[in-house]
């Protein structure tokens, strides 16, 4: 199992331009989780998908961000016309299921919007 | 409203000395809480859990409601254990996330 898998780990984007962020969660893991990280500040929650559906959003900017989890393929974070505050480390976890369970991290892909 | 506390940003002790990082939540329910660790270039990963009141690598951190505290603790802290540590409690709002603290960078000088 080779644990949550993130890409890119390093993505540069000018401003305006779109990012898409990959997460393949662990085998046998229908939980996903984004976490974004701004410098010097902790993990603030995003979003929380199960397989083709978003269950908590509640973290999420209201414009330009946006999350899937399909059927088949990894969850993606995609964030459109990036500006400069949305430099940071994302992180995207993964679980079998909430409540005491272990939740596993990927290593993080961090935006640079140039 | 669903909250984890972590004041200290930064701590730095010695190797030897005794190492607590504090961790205070806010939460209505009956409270699930973690503490995760992230060493330098790694992943987050699960230090330890209320729940199965374990110690890993020496630490332990017990739950104390009256305080509404889970503090982290290590009697002899090691030169490894310098990393970025994370208090998290599960929210059950609808469906159930984790909502974490702000971190604590702990460095051990030798």
């Known amino acids: 199992n080779a644990g949550v898998m993130q890409n890119p780990r390093h993505l540069v984007r000018r401003r305006g331009q779109e990012a898409r962020l990959r997460c393949s969660p662990m085998?046998?893991?229908?939980?996903v989780y984004w976490y974004r990280q701004l410098p010097e500040e902790g993990l603030k929650f995003m979003v929380y998908?199960?397989?083709?559906?978003?269950?908590?959003e509640s973290g999420m900017p209201k414009e330009r961000f946006s999350a899937e989890f399909p059927k088949e393929g990894p969850s993606i974070l995609r964030i459109q016309q990036v500006v400069r505050g949305d430099s940071a480390a994302y992180f995207c976890a993964s679980s079998q299921d909430l409540g005491g369970t272990e939740a596993f991290f990927g290593q993080g892909t961090r935006l640079t919007v140039v | 409203a669903q909250r984890v506390t972590q004041p200290e940003k930064l701590l730095s002790v010695f190797k030897g000395a005794p190492v607590e990082l504090k961790c205070n939540y806010s939460y209505s329910g009956s409270p699930e809480l973690f503490w995760y660790v992230q060493y330098s270039r790694q992943r987050l990963q699960l230090l330890l859990r209320h729940i199965s009141r374990e110690s890993i690598k020496g630490f332990t951190a017990d739950l104390n409601k009256g305080e509404t505290s889970f503090h982290l603790k290590k009697p002899f802290a090691q030169e490894e254990d310098s990393a970025m540590y994370y208090c998290a409690l599960i929210v059950f709002q609808g469906a159930q996330k984790l909502v974490f603290g702000q971190g604590t960078r702990l460095t051990i000088n030798p």
């Open positions: 085998k046998g893991h229908s939980h």
């Open positions: 998908l199960q397989k083709e559906n978003i269950i908590d």
